[in-house]
């Protein structure tokens, strides 16, 4: 059983900055491949950024070049960095492998 718990979210200002959170328990999260996607009110979920198992990246063109993912194979964890937060960016953060869902962390940006 695959189980992802995301933490770090809250809120910020426009401008500042968050570091998401997940850690992974029941698979090896430096060999998978993994996700971060994001849903606002009233949006469809959308991907935010995703590291391959060779540690390739992608990401969302809303966030390109304010967000960098990574992960952390001691911890089995992944990050999210976010830097220059935007009020869009407000919305529930999951962290995804494979079928598996973390159950979200609310980030709202606002002043």
């Known amino acids: 059983q695959v189980q992802l718990v995301e933490s770090g979210g809250g809120l910020v200002q426009p401008g500042g900055s968050l570091r998401l959170s997940c850690v992974a328990s029941?698979?090896?999260?430096?060999?998978?491949?993994l996700a971060w996607y994001r849903q606002a009110p009233g949006k469809e979920r959308e991907l935010v950024a995703n590291?391959?198992?060779?540690?390739?990246?992608t990401y969302g063109a809303s966030v390109k070049g304010r967000f960098t993912i990574s992960r952390e194979g001691a911890k089995n964890a992944a990050y999210l960095q976010m830097n220059s937060l935007k009020p869009e960016d407000t919305a529930v953060y999951y962290c995804?492998?494979?079928?598996?869902w973390g159950q979200g962390t609310q980030v709202t940006v606002s002043s």
């Open positions: 995804n492998v494979g079928r598996w």
């Open positions: 029941g698979t090896t999260i430096s060999l998978d491949f």
């Open positions: 590291i391959g198992r060779f540690g390739g990246t």
